[in-house]
């Protein structure tokens, strides 16, 4: 088993709006070991080899083309991540499971499978599942002798989950549970074995059961007609007094809840992997096009609008890439201090609750890029781009559905800012000290520093200006709305501050990471990927002033309002650069290579 070379710092969840760690602090793709390569590589000659020859037919959905492929796939040890060695499976760490995920991705159709198979649809298993149940399914799971899915959608309980209708009563007997109900958008639901339905009992309580196929008044749905991962089977399910044995209950009674929001923290962080790999494979498909296509006697990478769509892609992909290892990192480090004897599955769960802010923002940050990523492909190709003969019309199609499942972008934005202020009440992130000291600041006046001149000592101003901006934002806002801040009336002001933090995390990963590939191996052999940072940090410290200017303009006024704003100017001032430099020199490092630069850097 490959294993995460970590730093001894192990920070908490969030903590990145109030420490400022140092470069060696974090892992970055530089600090991926050979071991962890070489997954990657089975995984993307995988894909290379057995899927993207199968696309024509997956696409239409042809039977016994999917099954067969995950089969071969779990012979190669791809479907057993999760799951823990002594159950057959790799037990792999998270860094070596982000680059199994990301490398998995170049066709949505079978990420999406693969995901609600050996994601999802494993982890309550792994997590929740008793011994027997755990010899039982998941050794099954790894070869893809039963394949599985996670069942939690209803027609009217998709964002509101724990609205769900379908219920589990006991049967008089005693030896079955019997379900009714109906589920939604159910990813394998057409051809799975194995479904992780949540249902309730006793008219309120969540709870969770493992269904088989073939059990009685249960069936699945016709195929959805959907806009994209067309190749994934998507149904609904139906249960009418479907006996389930009592022994397939998970966990316990009334704390299904709690088996579907850990799963979905572990989803949510894989989802953006997936992305992460999909817009590597699209820098890398425009890239050689803006080569090939010619306009006025020259390639298209040669006009400037082209070389900084391109830039603008790595460079998005870049921040993403920055705060997904960082955050592998951080959960292999989390593992890493468990005290010996700790029950390693329990400590994993543990080490995805404590960092579920970040997940959630590499969710939000990862469909969000990939969706500008395709869009700028497509614009590239052209007429061609809307054609399903080329790859990008695909490509776009695919890319949207990750905003909208594992917790729809909106939910998960006003999931970061209710996780953050849960840990500051807590007393885990000193959030409210931390603006206090921010406020004293402020009312003393500028300082008027000179810059120390060192490597990077503007950027590191303004990231720390970034997550002072975030405290002066968020303390304005919870003063006035308190308690209020949660209700949906509140939600724009809620969405703002997310974006301000999931900018702070990327803007400082960006950093960090460039820095400590800077130390190793001497500023000019990153050039590129420095230049793709200052351009990242330049246009992140624009985009979070407007969302301050956002929070600030709703919850203050008057005299208030003049203060905090001229206070939000003194950490917004930067020296002035050029963007178009910076993002010609992003470019000219994708076309050298025709791919995405700074993999493994
Ligand atoms: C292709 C596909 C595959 C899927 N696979 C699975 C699967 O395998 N298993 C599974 O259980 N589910 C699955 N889903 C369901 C998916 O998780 C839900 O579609 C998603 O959670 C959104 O729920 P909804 O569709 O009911 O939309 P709604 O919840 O009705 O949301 C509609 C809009 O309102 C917004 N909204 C809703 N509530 C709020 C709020 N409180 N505040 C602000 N905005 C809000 C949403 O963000 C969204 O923009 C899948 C869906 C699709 C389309």
């Known amino acids: 088993m490959a294993t995460t070379t970590v730093s001894h710092a192990v920070a908490r969840g969030g903590s990145f709006l109030v420490e400022s760690p140092r470069p060696d602090d974090i892992f970055i793709p530089a600090d991926i070991n050979d071991d962890q390569k070489l997954i990657g590589q089975t995984a993307e000659e995988f894909v290379a080899n057995e899927v993207l020859p199968l696309i024509p037919d997956l696409e239409l959905h042809k039977p016994g083309v999917m099954s067969p492929l995950l089969k071969k796939a779990g012979e190669l ?28 991705s170049a066709y949505g159709g079978f990420s999406v499978t693969h995901g609600a198979h050996s994601g999802i649809g494993t982890i309550p298993i792994v997590y929740f599942g008793t011994e027997a149940q755990k010899k039982k399914y998941l050794p099954k799971i790894v070869s893809a002798e039963l394949i599985s899915c996670y069942c939690l959608s209803e027609p009217q309980a998709g964002s509101d989950a724990q609205a769900l209708r379908t219920r589990a009563e006991l049967s008089a007997d005693g030896k079955h549970w019997i379900l009714n109900g109906q589920k939604m958008w159910i990813t394998n639901g057409g051809f799975a074995d194995l479904f992780v339905v949540f249902a309730k009992v006793d008219g309120d309580k969540i709870s969770c059961f493992l ?36 022994e397939n209950l998970l966990h316990e009674i009334g704390r299904g809840h709690i088996v579907a929001f850990n799963t979905l923290n572990a989803g949510r962080f894989s989802l953006g992997a997936y992305c ?43 921040a993403l890439e920055a705060m997904i290892y960082r955050s592998a990192g951080m959960m292999d480090g989390f593992m890493a201090a468990a005290e010996a004897g700790t029950d390693k599955t329990q400590h994993l769960m543990k080490a995805l609750e404590e960092y579920a802010i970040e997940s959630s923002i590499c969710k939000v940050y990862g469909s969000e890029a990939l969706d500008f990523v395709v869009d700028e492909a497509v614009q590239i190709y052209g007429g061609y781009g809307y054609h399903e003969d080329y790859p990008v019309a695909r490509a776009y199609r695919d890319s949207r559905i990750n905003r909208i499942f594992e917790g729809t972008n909106e939910i998960n934005r006003m999931l970061i800012i209710q996780m953050l202020m849960k840990r500051a009440m807590g007393g885990v992130l000193p959030l409210i000290p931390k603006a206090m000291k921010l406020m004293e600041e402020i009312l003393a006046g500028p300082s ?150 700074f993999e493994y850097r």
């Open 448 to 597: 008027f520093e000179e810059s120390s001149g060192e490597r990077f000592a503007e950027e590191e101003r303004m990231v720390a200006n970034a997550k002072k901006v975030f405290l002066l934002a968020a303390g304005s806002a919870v003063q006035k709305l308190r308690d209020k801040l949660a209700e949906p009336d509140n939600q724009e002001v809620v969405a703002a501050l997310s974006n301000i933090a999931m900018d702070a995390y990327a803007m400082e990963s960006s950093l960090l990471r460039v820095a400590k590939s800077a130390a190793r191996r001497g500023e000019p052999d990153v050039r590129a990927m420095a230049a793709a940072m200052r351009a990242f940090l330049s246009d992140a410290a624009d985009r979070i002033e407007h969302e301050a200017r956002t929070v600030l303009g709703a919850v203050a006024e008057g005299d208030m309002l003049r203060t905090q704003l001229l206070a939000l100017k003194r950490f917004s001032k930067r020296e002035p650069g050029n963007p178009i430099a910076l993002r010609r020199e992003v470019a000219a490092a994708v076309l050298a290579g025709d791919r995405y630069p």
């Open 77 to 104: 040890g791809l479907l057993g991540g999760a799951i823990p060695e002594e159950y057959g499976g790799a037990g792999l760490d998270k860094v070596s499971a982000t680059l199994l995920a990301e490398k998995l």
């Open 211 to 246: 269904v088989e196929k073939g059990t009685p008044g249960f069936s699945a749905g016709a195929e959805e007609k959907k806009m994209g991962i067309k190749g994934s089977s998507t149904t609904a399910l139906f249960f009418e007094n479907s006996p389930v044995p009592k």
């Open 276 to 318: 992460l790999g999909g817009a590597k494979r699209t820098i890398e498909v425009a890239s050689k096009y803006a080569k090939e296509r010619t306009a006025l006697g020259k390639q298209l990478a040669e006009f400037g609008l082209i070389r900084q769509k391109l830039a603008e892609m790595a460079i998005r992909t870049f």
